[in-house]
């Protein structure tokens, strides 16, 4: 599709098993960027890539979170040994060259940690 | 420390009159500012942006103002229509941040029939 696609769309998981999340941007895109929105909260930034350069993890809460971005294009965020706080949408967004340019997001991974 | 504010958590209006939703910020190295929309089960959607260049950015029925001394920004709908109903976020960016985006926590509008 045209848009940026997200999934799983609802992941149910125990506390202390690992997750990952896939994100496939827009074709094009360079920039990508994942989120979360815990409820009743605003979107919190976890990590950014741009192109081949290194990403920035800046947002990441914890050492159990990481991400990659393989060729430029696919993004997994894997969390490992969930915890109940973890529990939020994970929301993935790519944005084209223009330095101020939106981004476009995907309708997110709902993730429920029991 | 929240740097984007947006403390009206939700608000209610009826259709055809003006919605304004309002956003705070203390970062003064902010210097984009967007407007997104949010429908349930749905990725944010871009609505609107302006730079600080600017103090108006107006497209249709939707006008950002930005008071750069205040450190303000508000969202002027009009006029406000049902279909108008959803979360809406307030972000700020600045250009040595990669244009990574701060979000504030959201305002539900929604318009009554």
């Known amino acids: 599709g045209a848009g940026v696609s997200q999934s799983p769309s609802n992941k149910v998981t125990e506390k202390g098993k690992d997750v990952e999340l896939r994100c496939d941007p827009i074709?094009?895109?360079?920039?990508l960027y994942w989120y979360r929105q815990r409820l009743g909260q605003g979107l919190e930034f976890l990590i950014y890539?741009?192109?081949?350069?290194?990403?920035?993890k800046s947002g990441l809460p914890s050492d159990r979170f990481s991400a990659e971005r393989t060729g430029g294009s696919v993004s997994t965020l894997t969390i490992q040994r969930t915890q109940q706080e973890d529990s939020a949408v994970y929301l993935c967004?790519?944005?084209?060259?223009?330095?101020?340019?939106?981004?476009?997001f995907g309708e997110g991974s709902r993730l429920t940690v029991l | 420390d929240q740097q984007v504010k947006q403390n009206s958590p939700s608000l209610s209006v009826q259709e055809g009159r003006i919605s304004i939703l309002n956003c705070d910020y203390t970062?003064?190295?902010?210097?984009?500012f967007l407007w997104y929309k949010k429908y349930p089960a749905e990725g944010p959607t871009f609505l609107i942006s302006?730079?600080?260049?600017?103090d108006k950015n107006e497209d249709g029925r939707f006008t950002v103002f930005l008071n750069k001394s205040a450190k303000h920004l508000s969202l002027h709908i009009v006029p406000s229509q049902p279909g108008d109903s959803a979360v809406y976020f307030c972000?700020?960016?600045?250009?040595?941040?990669?244009?990574?985006?701060?979000f504030g926590s959201g305002t539900q509008l929604t318009v009554l029939p």
């Open positions: 967004a790519s944005k084209g060259r223009v330095v101020t340019g939106e981004l476009f």
């Open positions: 074709s094009g895109h360079t920039a």
């Open positions: 890539f741009q192109g081949n350069s290194a990403p920035d």
């Open positions: 970062n003064s190295m902010f210097d984009y």
């Open positions: 302006i730079s600080s260049i600017k």
């Open positions: 972000a700020a960016s600045y250009s040595g941040s990669a244009r990574q985006l701060t």
